[in-house]
């Protein structure tokens, strides 16, 4: 069965940092490309970065770039999405998806989610 399932959601002050993971189960991750998406409380749901796994490159949203980063551990079917330097407009719930049926990565063509994981920012 396949599953992805986020962890590492927790209550930081603003300046903190926190690494989400995204956990697969089902299939080997590495092979395909993944995304992090967020959604802020009353706020449509929005990307922040895309891996894909024909090149390896990864997009980072500008809202997030140079704060926040991805990487993979293909040993723990694993991805992480480090963040640095939260501010309290990244309050919101972390979500990873996948498209298993390409290597590129597309917010749009995501058919796998995981259920997400919450963070606040807030002193």
């Known amino acids: 069965q396949v599953q992805l399932v986020e962890s590492g959601g927790a209550l930081v002050q603003p300046g903190g940092s926190l690494r989400l993971s995204c956990t697969a189960s089902?299939?080997?991750?590495?092979?395909?490309?993944i995304a992090w998406f967020r959604q802020a409380p009353g706020k449509e749901r929005e990307g922040v970065s895309c891996s894909s796994t024909t090149d390896g490159s990864t997009y980072i949203e500008d809202s997030v770039k140079g704060r926040f980063t991805v990487s993979r551990d293909n040993a723990k079917n694993t991805v992480y999405l480090q963040m640095n330097s939260l501010k309290p407009e990244d309050t919101a719930v972390y979500y990873c998806?996948?498209?298993?049926?390409?290597?590129?990565?597309?917010?749009?063509?995501?058919?796998?989610w995981g259920k997400g994981t919450l963070v606040t920012v807030s002193s």
């Open positions: 089902g299939f080997t991750l590495s092979n395909y490309p």
């Open positions: 998806a996948t498209d298993l049926g390409s290597s590129v990565c597309d917010y749009d063509f995501m058919d796998h």
